[in-house]
């Protein structure tokens, strides 16, 4: 009696031998690395860019709340400093997909 969970030594359950299944893993592995984002000039100008953007209304923020700014300018500093912490760190990650710009 077999084992009905059993299945041949040279064949995955797709039907593949595993060098045919090899090969195809090894088909989107390069795939994947043609399509992931490289690091350009322009991004690295994207990154430095929006972190200093991050730390200068970051700095904006401890400066508002040592010196009794309002609440709605704290608030609306942190945001904007984290928002724009975030997007550095997707630059740097390279997962940002399109680079925004701002000076």
Request: net charge positive; glycine share 12%; hydrophobic share 45%.
């Amino acid at each position: 009696m077999s084992d009905p969970g059993w299945e041949p030594s040279d064949q995955s359950s797709s039907g593949m031998k595993p060098e045919q299944a090899a090969y195809r893993q090894g088909q989107q592995d390069m795939l994947a690395k043609i399509r992931q984002p490289r690091m350009t000039v322009f991004r690295a100008i994207c990154g430095i860019v929006w972190g200093a953007i991050a730390i200068g209304f970051g700095i904006g923020v401890i400066v508002n709340i040592s010196g009794h700014g309002s609440a709605g300018d704290i608030i609306v500093g942190i945001v904007i400093a984290v928002l724009a912490g975030w997007y550095d760190y997707r630059i740097w990650t390279l997962k940002a997909r399109r680079l925004f710009l701002i000076i």
